[in-house]
Each structure stands twice: as C-alpha cells, then as structure tokens.
C-alpha cells in the first residue's frame, strides 16, 4: 500500500487560521484509506486536512474498496470516508458486526450506481429504458471482442456491484467488460458520446456526468435486500442478485480503535457532511476543469469554514 503523510506541521500552506494542536490526544497517525475514483479522494483530502487542521497526524494510504475491511478490523487501517449503499453496504454490515469496525453515519451524500445508456440509444433500442429492451438489441452494444452479445462497460472490477452476477441471473446476451480506472470508464463515455456510437455503462451519482450528458438509468427489477440474499427471491429462483441495485447513503466507517486513541477525531469524523452538489461541483473541477485534489478542497475549506469547524469544535 502507498502512503502518504500529511501531518500538522502542513497546515499553515493551506491557508486555513491556525488551531492548537495540543487538541491532539496522540500523535500516532490516522490512517485515512484512498481509493480510484474522484469523489472518494476529495472527501478523504477533506477529512484530512480538517483532522490536521485540529492537531492531529494524518496518513493517506491507498487500499482496495472492499478489501479494506480486512485493515479496518485489524487496526492497521483506521477510517474509509465513503462506504456507498449502492455498492459496500454487505461488507460494510459484516465488518461492524464483529465489533472492530464501528459505522460513523450519513456523509450527507445520496448515491445512485446503475447502468446507463446516451439518450440516442433509445432510436437505436426501443423499449429503454426497461431492461429486456437490452436484450432485443444487444447486438447493437456488440463490440468485436465481446460479439454477438453486447457489452456493459463496468466499473473498475474493485467497486464490487454484482454485475456479472446480475447478468447470469437475469439471463443477459451481454458481457460485462470492466474499466481500468474511474478516468478510463469516463473517457470511453465521452469517446462514445461524441461519435454518437453504443454504449451503456456504470455511471454514479454524485458526479457531474449525469449533468453533462443527457442519458437514464436503465430500469431493472426493484432492488430488495432478499434479491441479494435469497435465491429463492425475484424472477430467477436459482440465483441471487436478479434486481436493480440499492440506492442510498454514502456513510464513512472507522476501526473501533478510532474512538478509542482519539476520541476527537472520531467525533471530527462523524459529524463531517458534505451535499451531492457540493461533491459533484469538486468533482467536476477535477475531471473537467484539470484543477488538482488539493486546490478544490482547499477552495471548499476556505468558502466552508462556518460549517467545518463545528466539526472539531470542543
């Protein structure tokens, strides 16, 4: 795993009024997990520099998504800002279960992951945004490697998502082909987009390119949590995950060690909110507008700092 440390001594270049950092109770290191994709970059950089803000050591260590749990149980790892309904919520559930993981609340962020077409792929599909229509024109979402059956261009396989399962319970002509990273996913819908040429893919919410491109979320069969859980459940009895996904919270977990060592900064850490479009604005100032994590989060600081220091207020 990569690190990367940003300690109490780096404040003053953020240009954010000075605190006192014997506020600290150790100066043992958080470790702030980092994952691929914008958005989880810009609210960890956030909760970092506002826990450094407050005294405290902060390291960014690059980890998997769902692997993460495993360094969160153990307390090598020690906070994950964006845990999404959509996505994390089983690992989530079996972490805190066992004690050593400890659920810190709501981001304040509602998320939406599903596929989703270009609004011209309904002259070329009738029948979308309903789900089967998919399966009447997969042809037309055929690449040459995944030919005759279409292809859905998935996240980075690390997300999770069940797609693959979805697509065998549900009897899809489609083959799900995972994107490299967060960048390549969106430069391949901008690619398509522009050439006006098929495609459906992963898009999330928050994020700015439900903004920039007009398009919907296919309509699958309704999300339950038996769907993902009971075979027995939903349109095919045999398999599991025969539904559309969840939609709801972004919420941020800690190791239970958190509370314990610094007890500041797991309350710092709870009531840390931050809205969809604040999140899709950052976002959108990163992707589209080439500005770096640390200018848009140091913007967001300084426009922000009514509600950030309640945060670590005592």
Same mark, same amino acid.
């Given at each position: 795993?990569?690190?990367?440390?940003?300690?109490?001594? &780096?404040?003053?270049?953020?240009?954010?009024? @000075?605190?006192?950092?014997?506020? &600290?109770?150790?100066?043992?290191?958080?470790?702030?997990?980092?994952?691929?994709?914008?958005?989880?970059?810009?609210?960890?950089?956030?909760? #970092?520099?506002?826990?450094?803000?407050?005294?405290?050591?902060?390291?960014?260590?690059?980890?998997?998504?769902?692997?993460?749990?495993?360094?969160?149980?153990? @307390?090598?790892?020690?906070?994950?800002?964006?845990?999404?309904?959509?996505?994390?919520? %089983? &690992?989530?559930?079996?972490? $805190?279960?066992?004690?050593?993981?400890?659920?810190?609340? %709501?981001?304040?962020?509602?998320?939406?992951?599903?596929?989703?077409?270009?609004?011209?792929?309904?002259?070329?599909?009738?029948?979308?945004?309903?789900?089967?229509?998919?399966?009447?024109?997969?042809?037309?979402?055929?690449?040459?490697?995944?030919?005759?059956? #279409?292809?859905?261009?998935?996240?980075?396989? $690390?997300?999770?998502?069940? +797609?693959?399962?979805?697509?065998?319970?549900?009897?899809?002509?489609?083959?799900?082909?995972?994107?490299?990273?967060?960048?390549?996913?969106?430069?391949?819908?901008?690619?398509?987009?522009?050439?006006?040429?098929?495609?459906?893919?992963?898009?999330?919410?928050?994020?700015?390119?439900?903004?920039?491109?007009?398009?919907?979320?296919?309509?699958?069969?309704?999300?339950?949590?038996?769907?993902?859980?009971?075979?027995?459940?939903?349109?095919?009895?045999?398999?599991?995950?025969?539904?559309?996904?969840?939609? @709801?919270?972004?919420?941020?977990?800690?190791?239970?060690?958190?509370?314990?060592?610094?007890?500041?900064?797991?309350?710092?850490?709870?009531?840390?909110?931050?809205?969809?479009?604040?999140? @899709?604005?950052?976002?959108?100032?990163?992707?589209? +507008?080439?500005?770096?994590?640390?200018?848009?989060?140091?913007?967001?600081?300084?426009?922000?700092?009514?509600?950030?220091?309640?945060?670590?207020?005592?």
């Amino acid at each position: 795993m990569r690190i990367f440390t940003f300690s109490a001594a &780096a404040v003053a270049g953020l240009g954010i009024a @000075g605190a006192a950092l014997a506020a &600290a109770e150790s100066q043992e290191p958080i470790k702030l997990t980092m994952h691929d994709w914008t958005g989880q970059l810009v609210t960890t950089t956030l909760m #970092g520099k506002v826990l450094s803000k407050a005294g405290y050591n902060v390291e960014y260590v690059q980890a998997d998504y769902i692997a993460q749990f495993a360094g969160l149980k153990t @307390g090598d790892l020690h906070v994950a800002m964006e845990i999404w309904e959509t996505t994390g919520r %089983e &690992a989530m559930d079996e972490a $805190t279960a066992t004690g050593k993981v400890v659920n810190m609340g %709501e981001t304040g962020m509602i998320a939406i992951e599903e596929w989703w077409y270009p609004a011209y792929m309904e002259e070329i599909c009738p029948g979308l945004p309903d789900w089967k229509a998919l399966n009447d024109c997969a042809s037309e979402f055929a690449t040459p490697e995944t030919a005759p059956m #279409g292809r859905y261009l998935g996240g980075p396989v $690390t997300w999770g998502g069940f +797609d693959d399962e979805r697509v065998e319970a549900l009897g899809m002509d489609f083959e799900v082909v995972h994107a490299g990273t967060d960048a390549a996913l969106f430069a391949e819908l901008e690619s398509a987009y522009q050439r006006k040429a098929p495609i459906v893919l992963w898009i999330y919410a928050p994020h700015w390119a439900p903004t920039k491109y007009e398009g919907s979320f296919v309509k699958f069969p309704e999300y339950s949590a038996e769907c993902y859980n009971d075979p027995s459940v939903g349109m095919n009895t045999s398999m599991a995950y025969d539904c559309g996904k969840p939609t @709801g919270p972004i919420w941020k977990v800690a190791s239970s060690t958190v509370a314990e060592t610094w007890p500041g900064a797991a309350k710092a850490i709870e009531a840390f909110s931050v809205n969809n479009d604040d999140m @899709g604005d950052m976002v959108a100032a990163v992707d589209l +507008d080439g500005k770096s994590v640390d200018e848009v989060t140091d913007a967001w600081l300084a426009a922000n700092e009514a509600a950030w220091s309640t945060w670590i207020a005592n």
